[in-house]
């Protein structure tokens, strides 16, 4: 079963991995995880621009 690709360069979403040329990412959030050992990481990076948050304004 292929699950739903959402292409980085147009934001269309496709079940293709090749669109526009590129490959396309999954377009669903990973898993919730309370016991995730890496979440002080990501809300540190976050906070020091290292990961920007998503632009839904698409």
Same mark, same amino acid.
């Given at each position: ?6 292409c980085?360069?147009?934001?269309? +979403? *496709? ?5 526009c040329? =590129?490959?396309t &990412? ?11 050992? +890496? *979440? ?5 990076w976050? =906070?020091?621009? &290292?990961?920007?948050?998503?632009n839904n304004?698409n």
């Amino acid at each position: 079963m292929k699950k739903i690709r959402r292409c980085v360069i147009c934001g269309n +979403y *496709s079940l293709e991995i090749i669109h526009c040329g =590129k490959q396309t &990412v999954s377009a669903h959030p990973p898993p919730f995880n309370p016991n995730d050992l +890496y *979440s002080h990481y990501r809300r540190m990076w976050k =906070k020091h621009g &290292v990961i920007h948050e998503k632009n839904n304004n698409n």
